[in-house]
């Protein structure tokens, strides 16, 4: 891979990351609502779902759907039904949970209660979104069809695999660092509650771009 590829794909990755999206929406409302210490195990699980998905679409995983439409929609229909679910939850939770302060004692700007979006999401199951996300399956595509190389076709795709995970976790991590930072403004329960809630409408309306 020549410096000019190389830097093209570091600049693409950045921009795709870090550009909003169904894991940055996540992202930002997790950061809100439960600090980044919290999401830590979210952002990891992007890039190693987005690394996986990387390496599956550029050794075959996209002839393959290509062969096969009717996969491609049961993909695109499974993707819809759980970003809905996930857009419900994240609009209905109206409280801040606790952050553990470096003494580990817990503290919040308003009283944890148990509510609909009561934890963040798990290493794994961030690293399963991916796979039913359409902006990862859109920078795993053009990725791997712009930055791999015929000539040398498995040692490009690993490098492309690597690179775009690695930079991509920074990139995304950004936004759970922007949503701890707003914890104090939105210690309100109000400003919280329209804060979620307009989350989980830009969630939702990021299926009718999917579906589009």
Do not use: D
Request: hydrophobic share 50%.
């Amino acid at each position: 891979m020549t410096r000019e590829t190389l830097a093209a794909l570091c600049l693409f990755s950045v921009i795709t990351s870090i550009t909003p999206g169904p894991n940055n929406i996540m992202l930002l409302a997790s950061g809100v609502n439960f600090g980044f210490r919290r999401t830590l195990p979210h952002t990891l699980g992007i890039s190693t779902g987005l690394c996986t998905l990387l390496l599956s679409v550029g050794l075959g995983l996209g002839t393959l759907l290509s062969a096969f439409p009717p996969l491609h929609t049961v993909l695109k229909v499974l993707g819809s039904a759980y970003m809905l679910y996930l857009a419900f939850q994240v609009a209905s939770s109206h409280q801040l949970t606790s952050v553990a302060t470096p003494a580990g004692q817990a503290t919040t700007h308003s009283q944890p209660q148990e509510t609909t979006l009561s934890r963040p999401m798990t290493f794994f199951q961030a690293v399963l979104f991916q796979w039913v996300n359409p902006k990862a399956w859109v920078m795993a595509v053009s990725s791997m069809a712009l930055y791999t190389s015929a000539s040398r076709p498995y040692a490009s795709v690993l490098t492309v695999a690597a690179i775009f995970s690695l930079l991509n976790w920074p990139s995304c991590s950004t936004w759970a660092v922007f949503g701890q930072s707003l914890r104090g403004f939105l210690a309100s329960r109000t400003r919280l509650k329209w804060f979620n809630i307009a989350m989980g409408l830009l969630l939702a309306a990021s299926v009718v771009v999917m579906i589009r």
